[in-house]
């Protein structure tokens, strides 16, 4: 991407396809202090068995998407909310 167009609370910091995308806080957002988070980080993963890891290792904050099969293992960790 060499030059994106948006309106939104962040501005596009750096971008790897199928990897990762960064995304920084726009100063110039309409809405007044907000964004509240200065960077947000989006992470591909390739299978959801490594989506469920990398939340249970703490090397996410957030996942989407979680499947059925692992609800329950996520659950069971004190740690983490599941909401549906």
Known sequence: VTNPV???P???KSFIPGQRSLYTRFENYYKP???YAD????IEFKDQVSRA???RAGQVDVAS???A????LLKADP???LYA
Request: aromatic share 4%; net charge positive.
């Open 10 to 12: 962040y501005k596009l």
């Open 79 to 81: 740690r983490l909310r």
């Open 53 to 55: 890891a990398a939340l």
């Open 65 to 67: 998407g979680v499947q």
């Open 6 to 8: 948006g309106a939104g």
């Open 69 to 72: 099969e692992h609800s329950a």
């Open 39 to 42: 960077e947000l980080e989006i």
């Open 33 to 35: 202090n907000r964004p």
